[in-house]
């Protein structure tokens, strides 16, 4: 089954495009770019003790992103990669708020970006779409001007907006206005919560900022009545068990995950990488390490896929395509 695992053609809708550069890339973009880092090897940083750890890293490698063709490549060379372990489609994280802030311009972005996916899906036929994370680390501001800035240049490739960072000391409600102008907007919405926090924060996302999925979602598992409701009405978590332990620290060893109790209990749990890169994950050993530790059978692990495409924002002909 392992290798029919790795072939099996597989969706991603958590996939931070920055935690997917490759480490050579960010050594020789931080060079180029005059960046310095405090390690030669940037792998020797990749042990994270909590979620807000790693967050320090992760905006250390966000740091060597500058021109416009930094974006490009990295967009390309984290397609290609995810193609050789069968990802025929994505939908990729971006979170611009340091880059914003530092002077670059959100359309310079996006158009690299662009570049980048477009280059690699001609090359490998693996297609991505971006979601724009808002950073909360930066305020409920810079998330409505985000969201703003992404009104004015209606970017084809940007099918909605996520929220991503640390969930310590954060009311997900503050970004109300930043999710209210995107939903005017005709934007996809999802949100990053329950990684670090409890189920209420969750609910919040849903009923108050109206996201369409939740990213991660573990600590839904605390409330059964929420878990029936997720269940019912089909809300999609895109769940990441290999770095729920790399990252957040959360379980020693992924048998003890809840994603089987998060299936059994009827969710749409979909399975995803996160940031392979920086957690030495694919989403091939995603597929093949869930199917072993909970004893899976290939049809099980096909259904895992099958609701990757359901809980896509493709619409239905895309969707029936991938089916
Ligand atoms: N959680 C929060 N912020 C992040 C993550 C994550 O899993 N990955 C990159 N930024
Ligand atoms: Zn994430």
């Not at 992404?150 to 099918?159: C, F, Y």
């Not at 999710?179 to 409890?198: D, I, V």
């Amino acid at each position: 089954m392992i290798d029919v695992l790795e072939l099996l053609p597989k969706v991603e809708l958590h996939c931070h495009v920055e935690g997917a550069m490759r480490p050579e890339t960010v050594g020789e973009l931080a060079r180029a770019n005059g960046v310095g880092l405090p390690v030669g090897d940037v792998t020797e940083l990749y042990r994270y003790g909590s979620l807000d750890e790693f967050l320090s890293v992760f905006w250390l490698v966000q740091s060597v992103l500058v021109t416009r063709g930094d974006w490009a490549r990295l967009a390309y060379e984290s397609v290609v990669d995810a193609a050789g372990h069968g990802r025929v489609y994505a939908e990729l994280f971006f979170t611009p708020a340091r880059h914003l802030a530092a002077g670059q311009r959100l359309a310079d972005i996006v158009a690299g970006l662009t570049e980048g996916l477009e280059a690699a899906e001609a090359e490998t036929g693996s297609r991505a779409m971006l979601i724009a994370d808002i950073d909360r680390a930066y305020g409920p501001a810079a998330g409505l001007q985000l969201v703003t800035e992404l009104g004015e240049l209606q970017p084809e490739r940007v099918l909605g907006i996520g929220m991503d960072s640390t969930e310590l000391g954060v009311d997900p409600a503050s970004f109300r206005e930043a999710y209210a102008l995107a939903a005017r907007l005709g934007l996809r919405r999802t949100g990053h919560q329950g990684e670090n926090s409890p189920a209420s924060a969750i609910a919040t996302v849903v009923d108050v900022l109206g996201a369409e999925r939740i990213d991660h979602g573990l600590s839904l598992m605390e409330d059964a009545e929420l878990v029936r409701r997720f269940a019912g009405e089909r809300i999609p978590l895109t769940v990441c068990p290999n770095s729920n332990i790399r990252i957040a620290n959360a379980f020693p060893s992924l048998e003890l995950h809840p994603y089987p109790a998060m299936r059994k209990a009827g969710l749409l749990a979909t399975l995803n990488t996160d940031d392979p890169a920086m957690t030495d994950l694919d989403l091939g050993y995603e597929y093949r390490s869930v199917a072993e530790a909970f004893g899976y059978t290939f049809d099980d692990m096909v259904a895992i896929a099958l609701d990757g495409v359901e809980a896509s924002w493709l619409d239905d002909s895309d969707k029936a395509a991938l089916r």
